[in-house]
């Protein structure tokens, strides 16, 4: 090898030598022509070996016709295999659409003289021949109507066990015809059948079998007629409860999806057959149908419209079937796509059939005689388990994309029920018991109550005590929801909210495409999962770009529930001071047509029958009030002894800033005291914590601790209110005539009266007015009355006053 190397350096270093002399130039042009007449003969020869098929044109359609009626068909493709090649010679001359027409007319009479034989191969699941046919077929350009043959074939059974079932519109059982969910069992169980038999045979004739398994089942679905959207369809519109039957169609179809697409993973591992043809291995994939591009074109469209809305930026990638990138599973999951979207409405339309259904199973206004609040109770359980079963219902059908709709239906649930709750609350017919208490009837026996009166009271605590139930329901069910929704946001945290790529168990990644792209993957859906997803608002690296920030401490997810059963909880407390405050209204109902406000002589001037020097001599002393003021104020003395027998029912410390006339910052304080004190001292009393102080305050905050004296303090403080209120507002006014010792009579009782409550820790703005309007003199009325005329401002208050004394109509002597 030394030897050679440094001979070969030798004959270089002459080689060198010999072309820096003048000679070179010549040297290089010689070779330079030498090129030029090798290149002119290779394309001498290429065009005439072109020219020499070229040649074979005029006698192609004879040796064609001759091949196929020997029935060479292998020698007709291979002889129009060529022909097609040389068409190029014939581009952009008159000569080249006479030979393409020729060409396209031998082809098809090839694929005449085939196609009997091809079926009947296919039917006979002869894999050789049906492998042979399909290289011919690949040799004429012909790829795409050999599938079309195999397809339609294959799928013929399948398409006839579809379009000649009866279907009932119904899941119903009684019906003589299967509904579609039975139906679709036993369709995609033979679907399956199909595909597992067809794997083996389209390995052994396709090149691509994985994509031809994969076009066999969308051709198939897109050729059911009826369409599988229109048999949804059918469904859909029966009733109410149609949304279980799509959904029992949906998980079917999802168990299918799976089944199938692991069939599609083992037939991308699978070995294919070695091509028996150059051109078959190289030859590509046929394109799909033209029903197949016309709804991927559809899905395209779709997609676009609403990746331009709220989710722009969101990344679909194409799903990993297998590492197939097919999107076979599309046309599958397109038909409940629709109804996936509207699933709000038709989740809501459920519950609302499923709650008629509990109200006429238990109506509680139409039983007067049973216990109205443990039919609520009861009431309330099946409502909440119906709501329940919506959790399951939106993760099975939407795999979380549903949530709002979900949230909206249960919270138009529970409010329609609290709204028949409203009804019974309003009923002012007879009561649940009349039963009362051994306390009651004992120590209480003094009072003015009467046992409708007791019957009344222990109703509507009975009832409180029921909406207090509903709260700890509603309470239980949105920390389920919370825990679904925390699930879903997990779900999409985990896939770097790339949500068209999510992992979800029980799906292929086509349905996770469709969903993604849908109009259920919007801006408000991510703020409720944001909202929920304390972990994700903490991190702002993990945080979803399309989603806003939202305190999930701010507000309840079902504000339209909470508010309603604040509002009914508020009429009952209302209806049950009615029942504790029913002695003294009832004092009260005469006391506006009392004879003693148009007395004419002043109680405090000098008597009858007494001389002018007695009478000047005789002290002013303050007037008595009135037997009806006295009874009332004595009502209201004893209520601290009607709390007393409850003390031990915490039924009254339930949503106390919805009492009638509670100030919701003296709550505040008495909360803030309450959370103030140690542990040690903290009476042991389970407190349910108010609805409004609830969707205010953060879920960590704890629950305010009352003692029963501070609950009755409460209490007390609002009846006293109420009273004052109704006769403020009902009573008084209805006083026609006020002379001045009625007056005179009228300030002391108020004065009476307001002592009474202040004892009560009740203080009125509107009694202490009545009080000092009715103590004015005739002159300083009517000086006022004219002041505020001209001012064109006056108190209620005043105005009756005025009207009662007549100071607007006459100056006072």
């Keep these: 090898m030394r030897g050679s190397a440094l001979a070969l350096q030798t004959a270089l270093d002459g080689v060198a030598k010999r072309t820096d002399n003048p000679l070179s130039t010549e040297i290089s042009q010689a070779l330079d022509r030498l090129h030029s007449l090798d290149t002119i003969k290779q394309n001498m020869l290429k065009a005439r070996d072109v020219l020499g098929e070229a040649a074979s044109w005029s006698t192609l359609e004879g040796e064609v016709a001759s091949l196929l009626s020997e029935q060479s068909y292998e020698k007709a493709a291979e002889k129009l295999s060529e022909a097609s090649r040389s068409m190029v010679v014939f581009q952009n001359t008159p000569d080249y659409e006479p030979r393409r027409t020729l060409m396209v007319s031998l082809q098809n009479q090839l694929e005449a003289s085939l196609s009997s034989a091809l079926i009947a191969a296919i039917n006979s699941h002869d894999v050789a ?50 509904s579609l969910s039975s139906f679709l069992t036993t369709f995609f ?187 609520l109770r009861e009431q309330s359980v099946e409502v909440f388990s119906v709501a329940e079963e919506g959790l399951g219902r939106v993760t099975a059908f939407t795999h979380g994309y549903g949530i709002l709709g979900l949230i909206r239906a249960v919270d138009q649930l529970v409010q329609n029920f609290i709204a028949q709750t409203r009804n019974v609350v309003s009923d002012p017919s007879a009561s649940s018991s009349k039963t009362i208490s051994s306390s009651a009837s004992g120590d209480l026996a003094d009072l003015d109550y009467t046992l409708d009166d007791w019957s009344n009271i222990q109703m509507w605590l009975h009832l409180l005590g029921a909406f207090r139930t509903i709260l700890d329901r509603l309470d239980a069910f949105e920390v389920k929801l919370q825990a679904t929704i925390l699930q879903f946001s997990s779900m999409f945290r985990t896939a770097g909210y790339d949500y068209g790529n999510v992992y979800i168990p029980g799906t292929t990644s086509g349905e996770v495409q469709l969903l993604a792209a849908s109009t259920l993957n ?72 009392s004879s003693v406000w148009s007395t004419q002589n002043d109680p405090k001037g000098p008597r009858a029958g007494a001389s002018a020097t007695s009478a000047t001599q005789l002290p002013s002393f303050s007037l008595s009030p009135t037997e009806t003021m006295q009874r009332v104020a004595e009502g209201l003395l004893n209520l601290p002894r ?125 009694l202490s007015r009545w009080k000092e309007y009715a103590s004015l003199s005739d002159e300083d ?16 208050e005043f105005t009756q006053i005025a009207r009662m004394r007549g100071w607007a109509a006459r100056r006072p002597t």
């Excluded at 050999?146 to 019906?175: D, I, K, N």
């Design 129 to 178: 021949v049906c492998k042979n046919y399909y290289n011919i077929f690949c040799n004429i350009q012909r790829d795409s109507e050999f599938r079309t043959y195999y397809y339609g074939s294959r799928r013929s059974s399948l398409v006839t066990l579809w379009q000649h079932t009866p279907l009932s519109p119904s899941s119903s059982t009684e019906e003589s015809t299967p």
């Design 189 to 375: 169980a033979e679907f399956l059948s199909k595909i597992n038999s067809e794997k083996s045979s389209i390995v052994a004739i396709f090149p691509d079998p994985q994509f031809t398994l994969a076009t066999f089942i969308t051709s198939t679905l897109t050729s059911l007629q009826p369409t599988f959207s229109e048999r949804l369809s059918a469904v859909a519109h029966n009733s109410p409860s149609s949304l279980l039957e799509i959904i029992a169609c949906f998980k079917i179809t999802e168990q299918f999806a799976v089944a199938a697409d692991k069939i599609l993973e083992r037939t991308e591992s699978s070995t294919l057959v070695p091509s028996s043809s150059p051109g078959e291995a190289t030859s590509p994939p046929s394109k799909p149908p033209a029903n197949r591009r016309a709804n991927r074109s559809s899905m395209s469209r779709r997609m676009s419209v609403h990746l331009n809305g709220p989710n722009v930026g969101l990344s679909i990638k194409p799903p990993h079937l297998g590492g197939s990138g097919l999107d076979w599973d599309h046309d599958l999951f397109e038909p409940f796509l629709e109804y996936q979207t509207e699933y709000g409405n038709l989740e809501q339309q459920l519950l609302e059939s499923s709650l008629q259904e509990v109200s006429k199973s238990r109506d509680v206004r139409e039983d007067v005689s049973s216990d109205r609040a443990r039919a």
């Design 522 to 593: 919007s801006a408000e859906f991510h703020d409720i999962l944001q909202a929920v997803d304390s972990e994700t608002r903490q991190d702002p690296v993990e945080r979803s770009p399309y989603a806003r920030v939202v305190d999930p401490a701010s507000k309840s997810l079902l504000v339209q529930s909470r508010n309603a059963l604040a509002s009914v909880t508020s009429l009952c407390q209302t209806s049950l001071q009615d029942a504790m405050l029913s002695p003294l209204r009832n004092h009260l109902l005469y006391y506006a047509s």
């Design 642 to 766: 009607l709390f007393e027998v409850y003390a031990d029912d915490d039924v009254l410390s339930f949503s106390l800033n919805t009492l009638p006339f509670v100030d919701n910052e003296y709550l505040q304080s008495l909360s803030e005291r309450a959370s103030d004190s140690s542990p040690e001292t903290r009476p042991m009393h389970n407190r349910r914590q108010s609805i409004a102080m609830k969707s205010q305050m953060p879920a960590a905050s704890p629950v305010p601790e009352f003692t029963p004296e501070v609950i009755a303090s409460v209490w007390l403080s609002s009846l006293g209110l109420s009273l004052l209120s109704h006769l403020t507002s009902a009573v008084l006014p209805n006083i026609r005539t006020l002379t001045p010792a009625g007056a005179a009579q009228l300030s002391s009782d108020l004065e009476y009266l307001s002592n009474i409550v202040g004892a009560l820790n009740v203080r009125s703005e509107e």
């Design 781 to 796: 009325g009517w000086r006022q009355a004219m002041d505020s005329s001209a001012s064109q401002t006056s108190t209620f």
